[in-house]
């Protein structure tokens, strides 16, 4: 089964039953599903500034237990290096960077409600519903 890498905005969207979770739902269905070390990252940041109590950080571990974290590597240092020097005119924020280093270090789709912030990066497939 083929794989794809969620931005955090989608992860977000399925924990908190948003109404995007619905609208990217045919997007999921039929693919393992994976985030980037850097989404792992930014969920507990996030839940930690939120002051998340016991039942919220269940529900992540529950999420996490769907999800394949794909950890950092040399490719992807490389890629990073490469897209923040490709997006030298057009800085791409370091969160959003590894992400799109991790999607095409490991050769995956970006789903992600938010696309201008991954334009102009070659080889990157994003799969949107952001009108």
Do not use: K
Request: aromatic residues 8%; proline residues 5%; glycine residues 6%.
């Amino acid at each position: 089964m083929a794989t794809r890498l969620l931005d955090t905005n989608i992860v977000s969207y399925i924990m908190n039953n948003h109404t995007l979770a619905q609208t990217y739902q045919p997007h999921l269905a039929g693919y393992d599903l994976a985030i980037s070390f850097q989404t792992l990252a930014e969920l507990l940041e996030g839940g930690a500034l939120a002051g998340w109590g016991p039942v919220r950080w269940a529900n992540l571990q529950s999420m996490l237990l769907r999800l394949t974290v794909l950890d950092s590597s040399y490719d992807v240092a490389a890629r990073w290096a490469e897209i923040r020097a490709i997006r030298q005119s057009q800085p791409i924020p370091v969160a959003d960077c590894w992400i799109t280093a991790t999607a095409l270090a490991y050769g995956l789709e970006l789903v992600s409600h938010n696309p201008t912030d991954f334009q102009g990066i070659p080889g990157l497939v994003v799969i949107t519903e952001d009108p």
